[in-house]
Nanobody
Framework: QVQLVESGGGLVQAGGSLRLSCAAS????????MGWFRQAPGKEREFVSA????????YYADSVKGRFTISRDNAKNTVYLQMNSLKPGDTAVYYC?????????????????WGQGTQVTVSS
């Protein structure tokens, strides 16, 4: 069972940047499709981005396209989410998730393992 630990969250002003990291305990990290989700207060958790096992294919929610970049380093068992041009609407707890199957998915139920989340707060 893979364990995921997110880091890199914090408080940033609108227009600023943050880089989230998610470290996995699993030596076969490259076997997992990885995703990022977020949950704002009072809202359901929503898809942000996903990346294929080798990192060749990525997918983004329309709300973050052009501002966020997902990447991974399989040698370090880590997936990243570079967030630029942050807006107050990006404020949420951000979760990384791992999926055993190769297809990129946007539904949280399609992911097998989850981290504990990291808080991102964007002030106006």
């Amino acid at each position: 069972q893979v364990q995921l630990v997110e880091s890199g969250g914090g408080l940033v002003q609108a227009g600023g940047s943050l880089r989230l990291s998610c470290a996995a305990s699993e030596r076969t990290f490259s076997s997992y499709t990885m995703g990022w989700f977020r949950q704002a207060p009072g809202k359901e958790r929503e898809f942000v981005s996903a990346i294929s096992r080798a990192g060749a294919t990525t997918y983004y929610a329309d709300s973050v396209k052009g501002r966020f970049t997902i990447s991974r380093d399989n040698a370090k068992n880590t997936v990243y989410l570079q967030m630029n041009s942050l807006k107050p609407g990006d404020t949420a707890v951000y979760y990384c998730a791992a999926r055993l199957h190769p297809m990129l998915k946007v539904i949280e139920g399609d992911y097998n393992y989850w981290g504990q989340g990291t808080q991102v707060t964007v002030s106006s």
